[in-house]
């Protein structure tokens, strides 16, 4: 009877660790991210150019193409380079990003080997720019530079570009995963596609605990790679890059993505829902850490509303 | 770890202000919405009994026929408004059939005909029947009246089939009487005891008289009936044969009979089959009065028929009447609404989808299950009302399924989103239409009402379906339309419910209770229920975490 109590405490505990998706929303995404500055986030274009000024790295961007008829131009344009990424701008979850490694001729090769033409290209971004790959609305593509992965991060994700996803809570990172896609998430970097989550030490970069589909893995499920106890590179900077972009966005609770460089890491996009899956990455509930951040000056709203941002007519 | 708080301190003194409002709105809503309840039982007399509501069926009557060139006449009875039962709602679909109908003073008969049938055709004829139970007591020191007025006098007649004057059947009144001439009481409880208790009941469809009964000793309703009529008769009290269905949720083909008998100035009924002595229960509907065949029709087209009969809850016709005469009537909904041409039924409706969509943020919220749209589970329960949830869910899946389907192959030709829509929104148009033809075609009248269903919806979930299904999976999808017909199913219980109902109709203010349950649950930060699974292996473990 007292150990029933006692674990029973003990669940209750552990329970008031989590942070679930009621208690994220209203105390953590409403209060702290105002509606206003939402597209900041979603629009990728727009997070590149509020983040410039913070001496954030970032992928450069090539081109960019928001009309039909822009894309008369696109051939002569694009002949130039030879590996790029086209993404669309508004988009979600990965969908209508393709990655260009190669090109042979006239022909671009994309990661997977599929070859693409200057019509399929064409009508790739003809999609986004129609809105395919964003609920609808009509969008930007960007074309934007490819990163070279740190070969230590190749290694350890052969199979696409993987990422460190940050929550940052007034500007200070609580929780962090690595995030490597796998041939079940079909190269993209997302936990519930079916990408490997990996717990990481903020203080040390150490990966600490693995995720795949909802279980725990030490090793990778295609290559076999040992997963646990790598430090990722760069992590000091990856830290620094986190908390100088939070610094720059009126966004107070935060996912923010990072891909490891060779030379540096690259801010991808920031996030203004962040899910809750990187407390089981971590093996680690969210809210002790979110609520040792509670007497920290963090602006909310009410102070962050004189930050205007230059694009809002 | 003590309680956790976590308001940030910057934001106290708006937060102050904030939950004030909040709770103050809750109060008001929940002040006001028992204010309005309190001033109508109590200042109004609204009759919360008459609030409980009562049961109703919906009766289908399915007539098959098979032409082969010749005309065709159909006849049948149907039942009549009276004191023990309401007939409401008829409605006659017949195709290329002429309907009329013949009233007398007892019975009312439809008539179907066609020239020159060719081929298969079917008739239906459904009705909504509210009947109550009625129970007589007859007093027991009333003699057998020697003289009844004329129009009596048919009653104590010999029939064909009820043989009065046979001498078997004084012979038989000799036994059960041997002494005295009998009471009223004494006269119908010993023949109602001896047919009850000394005669096989048998189920038997066929035509049997009095004196087969007799002398077998066993018989079915209709047999036992006439040998009752044929002894009151005989015993000078008046007794007619009644023809009826006896309602019960399903589908049936036998019909049944019973008897009544002219006792001070009313027709008492008795069932010798299951016992009911001077005691008709709520579900025996009457179609016609005397000995009478149920269907007539013409030989040799392959006729066939059968009986449908839905159970539903109704508020108490009784109780709406009370509340249309009660004073102040700006409280009435009803009244207001008909004076406009919308039926209590839909206004039923309308005012139990905000109770749906309750239940449905508590599965998304507090249960935690992803479901097609806020309150798409709510509206087609609401929707499912007219096809019966089984159906309303099987209609629902195919709509969805087939508009995802030309989705995709919308997809394939890259059109516009918004005339991408257009063409999803007639799809659905076109496949309910083709389910309700498909449905009246094949017997599946259920099914035909998936035209009520909300279509611009249906349209928007296919396309939800079709995103899904491309972004994160079929199996998700899949995954999705699942629980979503679980919520559904939750929603159209809750809805179907007749207590809240009638409570929701006599209160209609309880809608700010639901607006205050939301204003709770929209500040409810507990786990959902989906989250101890997603987060077990945290919330399990052994050891405190780190």
Known sequence: MKRLLKRLREIRNNTRRMLTMNQRNLHYIYPYNHRRYFPIADNKLLTKEVLQDAAVAVPDTLLTYDAFYALRTLEEELCAYSDFVIKPARGSGGGGIVVITRKTGDTWYSAGGTAYNVDKIKRHITDIIFGVYSFGLSDVAIIEQRIDQHPFMCELSPLGLADVRLIVHKHEPVLCMCRIPTQASDGKANLHQGALGIGIDIDSGLTSHAIFKDKQVTHHPDTGIELIGNTIPYWDQVIAMSRAAAEHVPLKYLGIDIAIGTETPLLLEINVRPGLQIQNANQIGMRPGLEALRYQTGQTNSQANSWKPDHEA | MNKVDTTPPVQAASSRTRSYAYFGLMVALLLSAWGIMFYKLYVLDYPLAGLIPSVSYRVDLNIDTTGHGDDIKVSTYLPKTDHRQFIFSEENSSGNFNFAINNDTLNRQAIWTADNVQGRQSIRYSYSVESKHVQYSI?????????????????????????????????????????????????????????????????????????????????????????????????????????????????????????????????????TINDHFADIPSNYLTLYYGDLVLFKHTTNVNFNYSFTMVKRLVPKREALELLDHSSLNVFNLYTIFEQVGISQNLLKIILMIPLGALVVVIFRNVIGMETFGTFLPALIAAAARETGLIWGLIGFVLIILISALVRKMLDWLHLLHSPKMAIMLSTVVIVMMTMTVLGVQFQLFELAHVTLFPIAILAITAERFAIIETEQGTLKAFRITFTTLIVIAACYAVMDSLF???????????????????????????????????????????????
Not at chain 2, 202 to 227: Q, V
Not at chain 2, 515 to 530: F, P, V, Y
């Open chain 2, 139 to 271: 007093p027991d020191d009333m003699p057998i009246p020697k003289v009844y007025s004329d129009e009596l006098v048919p009653y104590l007649l010999a029939e064909e089939g009820i043989q009065v004057d046979d001498s078997l059947i004084a012979q038989t009144l000799a036994q059960l009487f041997p002494d005295t001439t009998p009471t009223v009481l004494e006269a119908v409880t010993t023949i109602h005891r001896h047919l009850q208790d000394n005669f096989e009941n048998r189920n038997f469809s066929g035509f049997t008289d009095a004196l087969t009964t007799l002398k077998l000793g066993e018989a079915s309703c209709n047999g036992k009936s006439r040998l009752f009529i044929a002894l009151a008769r005989k015993l000078n009290l008046p007794a007619r044969l009644v023809g009826g269905l006896i309602l019960k949720q399903g589908s049936k083909r036998t019909s049944h009979q019973w008897v009544e008998v002219y006792i001070a100035g009313h027709w008492v009924p008795f069932d």
């Open chain 2, 500 to 546: 809240l109902q009638s409570m929701i109709l006599a209160f209609p203010e309880l809608l700010l209770v639901v607006i205050a349950l939301n204003l709770w649950l929209g500040k409810w930060i507990g786990m959902r229920l989906s989250e101890f699974i997603r987060f077990r292996k945290l919330i399990f473990a052994k050891e405190a975490q780190a």
